[in-house]
């Protein structure tokens, strides 16, 4: 969604301006606002994901008297360790379905109360029910947002509109492919295109010897979503892997000509939840602003005034407007099945894939 800043700009969006209003605190709930009167909460999160929105901790403190302060990590493993050397310091935390199990089963987070979640019956059941996020039939985590890493390429220069994961591998496009500098993701996109799980590929010969092959087709690596615009502008590449959120900013925010596709073979998804840690200080307050935070009042906002991934509420996505290109990529259900979601993987398979890739990158650079 296990990155660093640079290597998680899909979770890095543009500041973005505009202030929820009265319509937020109304969209809180009055009887809700009682139990969680004044206090504060901290708030575990990547920098500048959505639960720092300045405009929408404003609201959420006008509303409910309570505080919202953060503490943010550069990587999964970070915030990991952050919970393990500071019990009590938490009150909610940003996991996802690759680490969300690993919190619970460490005992760093606890189950969710999800009736004190009003709008818990409006997520997606796909995302809200997975095992990614449960464990023993309770909820470790709430389905929060959700996304995919597929291909991106320029309408511009690329047709017919690919629909194959072969597209990268097309000596049409030689020089012209661009992958992220990202073993996982490199991993993954390999044991696709060789019909395997890309979570526990059987086969990681075969995915490198795949892998390999891309060496005439790569034209750079890149690592960050500023740096993938400014390379698509200045027309280093045509077609590359890249993130469902990003590619919808890409094409409103910055107008450049971005078409999007889940290949017929399949691409990676992700979603990411919205967790209790163990002894919050502040537990009510914890499970309030999580229902803020999935509230379409403030999905609206964060979405169309600066740019967010695709809401685990179903309700929250049918609010965008129809013309919202996030709102259309994240629409296409045959898609969405082709999807494989990213799940826990284990310290040895992180290291093979690692070594994978870093074997890889030395080639492509000779």
């Not at 005439?216 to 280093?236: C, H, R, V």
């Not at 990676?268 to 999580?290: C, E, M």
Request: glycine residues 8%; aromatic residues 10%.
């Amino acid at each position: 969604m296990s990155k660093s800043i640079s290597r998680i700009t899909r979770r890095r969006f543009v500041a973005g301006a505009g202030a929820l209003g009265l319509g937020a605190a109304g969209a809180l709930g009055a009887p809700r606002i009682l139990r969680a009167q004044g206090g504060k909460i901290t708030v575990l999160n990547w920098q500048g994901y959505g639960t720092d929105e300045a405009w929408a901790l404003e609201a959420f403190n006008k509303a409910t008297g309570i505080e919202v302060v953060h503490d943010y990590f550069n990587s999964e493993p970070e915030m990991i360790t952050k919970l393990r050397t500071n019990p009590g310091a938490y009150d909610v935390v940003l996991t996802n379905s690759a680490w969300n199990g690993v919190a619970s089963a460490e005992g760093l987070i606890q189950p969710v109360d999800t009736a004190q979640i009003s709008h818990f019956n409006d997520l997606n059941p796909s995302l809200r029910d997975s095992a990614l996020l449960a464990k023993d039939g309770k909820v470790y985590g709430l389905s929060w947002v959700w996304g995919m890493t597929a291909i991106a390429y320029n309408t511009e220069k690329v047709s017919p509109a690919p629909v194959s994961v072969e597209v990268l591998w097309d000596p049409k496009l030689a020089k012209r492919i661009s992958l992220r500098d990202d073993a996982i993701e490199a991993v993954s996109y390999g044991a696709i295109a060789t019909g395997q799980d890309m979570n526990h590929p059987a086969d990681l010969a075969k995915v490198k010897e795949r892998l390999l092959a891309l060496k005439p087709q790569i034209a750079t690596l890149w690592s960050s979503e500023d740096e993938w615009n400014k390379l698509f502008q200045s027309g280093t590449f045509d077609v590359a892997v890249y993130w469902s959120g990003s590619a919808a900013r890409s094409k409103t925010n910055f107008k450049l000509p971005v078409g999007y596709f889940v290949p017929n073979e399949g691409g990676i998804g992700w979603f990411d939840g919205l967790a209790v840690a163990a002894n919050a200080p502040n537990s009510d307050g914890a499970h309030r602003f999580i229902d803020y935070m999935v509230d379409p009042t403030f999905y609206v906002e964060w979405a169309t005034k600066v740019g967010a991934p695709a809401s685990a509420n179903t309700k929250a996505n049918e609010q965008l407007p129809a013309e919202d290109v996030g709102r259309q990529i994240h629409a296409d259900q045959a898609a969405i099945e082709r999807l494989q979601f990213m799940a826990p993987l284990s310290d040895e398979e992180r290291q093979a894939f690692s070594d994978l890739w870093t074997e890889v990158k030395a080639e492509f650079a000779k």
